[in-house]
């Protein structure tokens, strides 16, 4: 099985508009990190945002939050008023385990686009 | 803000040739990693480095690829005898002592011809 999931390899969104990036992991650890990577055109991997599976709130960063749903193991990334540097690929990874040095886990990405 | 560094940003061998990518982690990180990403798929992990040693690495982490820690600021991935499915584009992360995010580098683009 794979360990992360997204589901849509491209998405759309009107500039100004929000935006939710889906993933799905799959874990039978406690512990773990859920991750949400940007990557443009140019190839470079941008972190963007953090949810440890202990964390009773949803992770947020600037106009980037993550809707975590442990039961359902669900980590969706919002962006809200998107802007037209947005466009990108978005990658979900997953850390298991409590150890930093544990590997990534990348899903297979999401391409969006954002539409003037 | 410290940054992980890669050289070079594009290297071009022909096959059956020997390479070797380099990284300049953060410098307080102490875990060090290499991925992949072959043109349009997703990332994989290589392998983690910590303490003078590999902690972790997969399966396609084989005799073929060898990392190391030359002195006290890069870190290397060696490819020896490389093939035409090696292209791809390597990615060098590091971490500190935290559950704070890998951070990655811009990437090197190689290329086997």
């Known amino acids: 099985a794979q360990k992360i999931t997204q589901t849509q390899p491209g998405m759309f969104v009107q500039e100004k508009e929000a935006v939710t990036l889906d993933c799905t992991y799959d874990?039978?650890?406690?512990?773990?990190?859920l991750f949400w990577y940007k990557q443009p055109s140019s190839g470079e991997m941008i972190f963007l945002i953090y949810?440890?599976?202990?964390?009773?709130q949803n992770a947020t960063e600037g106009r980037y939050s993550l809707n975590f749903q442990k039961a359902r193991k669900s980590a969706n990334l919002v962006i809200s008023a998107s802007q037209l540097g947005d466009s990108a690929m978005y990658f979900c990874?997953?850390?298991?385990?409590?150890?930093?040095?544990?590997?990534?886990?990348f899903g297979t990405g999401t391409s969006l686009t954002v539409i003037p | 803000e410290p940054e992980v560094t890669q050289t070079p940003s594009h290297q071009v061998t022909q096959m059956g040739q020997e390479v070797i990518l380099r990284c300049v982690p953060i410098?307080?990180?102490?875990?060090f990693y290499w991925y992949r990403q072959i043109l349009g798929q997703k990332v994989e992990f290589l392998v983690s480095?910590?303490?003078?040693?590999?902690?972790?690495k997969s399966e396609i982490f084989d005799d073929q690829f060898s990392v190391e820690r030359p002195d006290g600021s890069n870190f290397t991935l060696k490819i020896r005898s490389t093939k035409l499915e090696d292209s791809a584009m390597y990615f060098c992360?590091?971490?500190?002592?935290?559950?704070?995010?890998?951070?990655f580098g811009d990437g090197t683009r190689l290329s086997i011809l």
């Open positions: 480095f910590y303490n003078n040693e590999i902690s972790e």
């Open positions: 874990t039978s650890d406690q512990s773990y990190g």
């Open positions: 949810q440890g599976s202990y964390d009773e």
């Open positions: 410098s307080n990180h102490l875990y």
């Open positions: 990874a997953m850390r298991e385990g409590g150890r930093t040095g544990n590997q990534f886990y």
């Open positions: 992360a590091s971490s500190d002592v935290t559950n704070q995010p890998q951070h």
